[in-house]
């Protein structure tokens, strides 16, 4: 253990280890990795408490930012600002469920889980037709022209084909966002029984797909809005 | 210790402020003047003018008066398109090189220009807080990359100033907005000033303003609507060649602004220039209408940036609960209806437009001064960061968004026998091939001859409180840290300066008018056949003498583009557009009412 006293940052008292007993603000030393859980008051679990991490994150950041610290010593403020770089990468990965997901899993099992090289059998489907829909949209794209003049907007806007695409890229989004819903609810499920400790490597497992497929969900979403906005425009 | 000043350095115009007695104000200058114009007179290269002097003697000395230098600071010459080229100053710089401009015989650096209307500021600050002013936060617009941040915190520098801070432009006039209200808000901020475009979506909560997202265009603003407007002027002119003759130019250009301003709260205007070329006066009137349909395509651009800003703040239009403009071009009429259009509400109009973001820098400056202690702001990083990676793809390693100051850690290794140095391509921007982004800059990290990848070199990219990068590298093996420097712009030697200048002088205008030609039959030549598809299928509802008007202009068109004049094919494209104006009224309406547009 460090056996160091030093200055936190957020209260003023002197304390050892990695946080501050006093405020539950990290310390300023030179940290390897960061426990982001830890570092957020937070249980390691797959399920979490968005509207909690929204508010540790603010009462943090009023403590950490550099912004508090102006006054410091030059290596004092340097050490703040990899503190508050810390700190923004952490609420980061625990707000986004995927990114959060796998961390959890890298943690428990030591080992950073590998990301899918496949497509998740169960988006098979989903994939290919936003795959498809995306090439009708580029083609549709490619051919149409900046609009420069009030007549050429016009002539874009009457289009019958633009909207057609627009509706169906709706529908594919509208699937992609159930397949969200069901993973988050069954991460739910699974979180009801992380403390069951015969049931952790089933568990671990399947997190690690449910990842996966959050993983391609955001690809395909990202593509799909990405359309529809050039369309939009 | 000594008070930090606030500092909205803008393309057109720029603000100084202070936080005193607890509240954030605008210094105003010996002359009582709230707002200094950006501008730098080289007439005499030993006393430069600035601000209003400068602006008074623009029109008299055009080749030596520097305005909107903002475009350019901290890009690179090939980063420059012929449509930016300033009409009555030269820009030079090629390829890699960073852009300089000229003036008074001499090639200024963009943060040299800068420079000096900061420190006209800074001695005004002085004279009114009667201290020395020493440091100071100075504002750039959101969507503005690592180099052009890295150009103002220099150009603060330059003019004896400690930069406390880089703040974005749209984030510092919503704390002007939000500091004295305790309500939690998400506001969205859509600020069009001179030269640039940013909107922002900010969550104000407990008083920590937390920007959600962030994008706009550092090439947009009221200089591209006056330069519209210009151009419509030239088309005026009929047969007076103004081809080179710089203060016409900068006479129109004059004319143009002030035509703009004023339609802001008229429906037409009559602009008179006498004299403008010899013999020849100008004398036209200019609807509202008319300066719409010349700004309109560009306009438009900031409603897709603002569905981009909703879209990656994951937030509907709907749960904005308020919006608020912020700089001189809000003033459009225009300007409001798009903003209301995506937004669907009324903007708040408390802000002041031209003033909010030298109160925001103010009191950000006091936040860091430890004045004001119960406010926060967290801002993001406008663009991506990413690495060339193998097959010329950019590795995103921090997105957009991402709240700063964020770091994140790369592991490189070698990829042949013996390689001495790995060379790193840094980026920014949004798009898959590295080449579409823009090069942030490239290093390289010198390693020991060894079997192919048995080196590892860690490196550290933090984006810091300014939005601004630093790198930091370790050789893994060996423990030792490596010395980073990222190289943005190429050297260039003090005589192929003079070479550029000289040449900049005797052929730019020129050049600019080729441009301008070709670029005009481009897009003429698509408005010619839009015009015909839209005939094709609404043709038949309109009246005989609509179909006849548009079917003159149309020819019209297509004659000027052959004949290769500028001013003659802008006139014929100006009057196919008002010939088609019910056309396109007509098939907007029906896209609207949707469904029962024709087929083809």
């Not at chain 1, 695409?165 to 069954?186: D, F, K, P």
């Not at chain 2, 994951?314 to 700089?327: E, N, R, S, Y």
Request: glycine residues 8%; negative net charge.
């Amino acid at each position: 253990m460090n056996e160091i006293k030093v200055k936190c940052l957020g209260c003023g008292s002197l304390e050892k280890g990695d946080f501050c007993g006093g405020c539950h603000t990290i310390l300023p030393i030179d940290h390897d990795e960061v426990d982001f859980f830890q570092l957020f008051d937070l249980e390691p679990r797959p399920a979490l408490d968005r509207e909690l991490l929204d508010q540790r994150f603010l009462e943090l950041s009023r403590k950490l930012h550099p912004d508090r610290h102006t006054a410091e010593g030059s290596d004092l403020r340097l050490k703040v600002l990899s503190i508050s770089a810390e700190l923004n990468h952490g609420y980061r990965i625990l707000a986004d469920t995927k990114e959060r997901v796998r961390y959890l899993v890298g943690k428990v099992t030591d080992q950073e889980p590998a990301e899918a090289k496949q497509v998740p059998p169960e988006m098979m489907e989903l994939f290919f037709e936003v795959h498809d829909l995306m090439g009708e949209a580029d083609a549709y794209l490619k051919q149409r022209k900046p609009a420069a003049s009030r007549i050429e907007a016009a002539l874009s806007m009457s289009d019958s084909g633009r909207r057609e695409l627009r509706e169906r890229i709706n529908a594919l989004r509208q699937r992609g966002n159930e397949t969200v819903a069901r993973v988050e609810q069954e991460i739910t499920q699974l979180d009801a029984a992380w403390d069951d400790s015969a049931e952790r490597p089933r568990i671990l497992e399947r997190l690690s797909r449910l990842a996966d497929v959050l993983s391609y969900m955001g690809r395909l979403r990202g593509s799909l809005d990405d359309k529809e906005l050039k369309l939009e425009m | 210790m000594s008070k930090i000043v606030g500092i909205d350095l803008g393309t057109t115009n720029s603000v100084v402020a202070v936080i005193d007695m607890g509240l954030p104000v605008v210094i105003p200058d010996a002359g009582g003047l709230r707002l200094t114009p950006s501008v730098v007179g080289y007439n005499d290269p030993e006393k430069p003018l600035v601000g209003v002097a400068a602006l008074r003697q623009a029109a008299l000395h055009p080749a030596d008066t520097v305005t909107s230098v903002k475009r350019f600071m901290g890009r690179r010459g090939k980063e420059i398109a012929g449509d930016e080229m300033p009409r009555t100053y030269a820009v030079i710089g090629r390829g890699d090189q960073a852009a300089k401009v000229v003036a008074g015989g001499n090639a200024w650096r963009p943060e040299e220009v800068s420079a000096r209307v900061l420190a006209k500021l800074k001695a005004d600050a002085e004279g009114y807080l009667e201290q020395e002013v020493t440091r100071a936060v100075i504002t750039v617009p959101a969507y503005f990359n690592d180099a052009q941040r890295a150009a103002t915190k220099a150009a603060g520098e330059l003019a004896g100033l400690t930069v406390e801070r880089i703040v974005n432009e749209p984030t510092a006039a919503c704390l002007a907005y939000g500091l004295d209200r305790v309500e939690n808000a998400t506001v969205a901020v859509y600020d069009l000033g001179g030269g640039t475009f940013d909107i922002s979506i900010v969550e104000i909560r407990d008083k920590v303003f937390k920007v959600l997202s962030t994008t706009g265009n550092t090439r947009l603003g009221g200089d591209d609507f006056d330069r519209a407007v210009m151009n419509w002027l030239l088309a005026q002119c009929g047969t007076a060649d103004l081809a080179g003759d710089l203060v016409a130019s900068a006479r129109l250009k004059e004319a143009a602004e002030k035509a703009k301003i004023e339609l802001s709260d008229r429906t037409e205007t009559d602009i008179n220039i006498p004299f403008l070329k010899g013999d020849f006066s100008l004398s036209a009137r200019l609807t509202r209408a008319t300066f719409e349909s010349l700004i309109a395509a560009r306009l438009d651009e900031t409603r897709s940036a603002c569905l981009q800003a909703l879209h990656d703040a994951h937030l509907k239009a709907a749960q904005v609960d308020t919006v608020i403009l912020v700089g001189g071009s809000t003033r459009i009429p225009l300007v409001r209806g798009l903003v209301e259009s995506v937004f669907g509400r009324t903007p708040d109009q408390s802000v002041n437009p031209d003033e909010a973001v030298a109160l925001g820098a103010a009191i950000q400056a006091s936040i860091l001064q430890g004045g004001i202690t119960d406010t926060l702001l967290l801002d993001v990083t406008p663009l991506s960061l990413g690495i060339e990676t193998f097959g010329g793809l950019m590795n995103v390693i921090i997105p957009r968004n991402t709240t700063i100051p964020t770091k994140a850690g790369e592991l490189f290794t070698t990829a042949v026998d013996n390689q001495t140095a790995v060379n790193i391509h840094v980026l920014q921007g949004e798009r898959e091939m590295a080449s579409d982004n823009w090069t942030l800059g490239r290093f390289s990290l010198p390693v020991a001859p060894a079997p192919a990848g048995s080196h590892r070199v860690g490196v550290q990219f933090t984006i810091d409180t300014d939005g601004i990068l630093k790198v930091l590298a370790r050789d893994v093996n060996t423990g030792h840290e490596l010395n980073v420097q990222v190289k943005a712009v190429a050297d260039v030697s003090d005589a192929e300066v003079e070479q550029m200048v000289r040449e900049s002088v005797a052929h730019a205008q020129a050049d600019i008018l080729k441009r301008q030609l070709v670029e005009a039959q481009i897009s003429a030549d698509e408005m010619l056949r839009a015009t015909q598809k839209a005939l094709e299928r609404y043709g038949d509802r309109l009246e005989a003498g609509e179909r006849k008007a548009i079917d003159s202009a149309w020819n019209r068109v297509r004659a000027a583009i052959d004949a290769d004049d500028l001013s003659s094919l802008k006139a014929a494209k100006q009057d196919l557009d008002e010939a088609t104006q019910r056309l396109a009224d007509l098939m907007f309406s029906d896209a609207v009412q949707g469904g029962d547009a024709p087929r083809r």
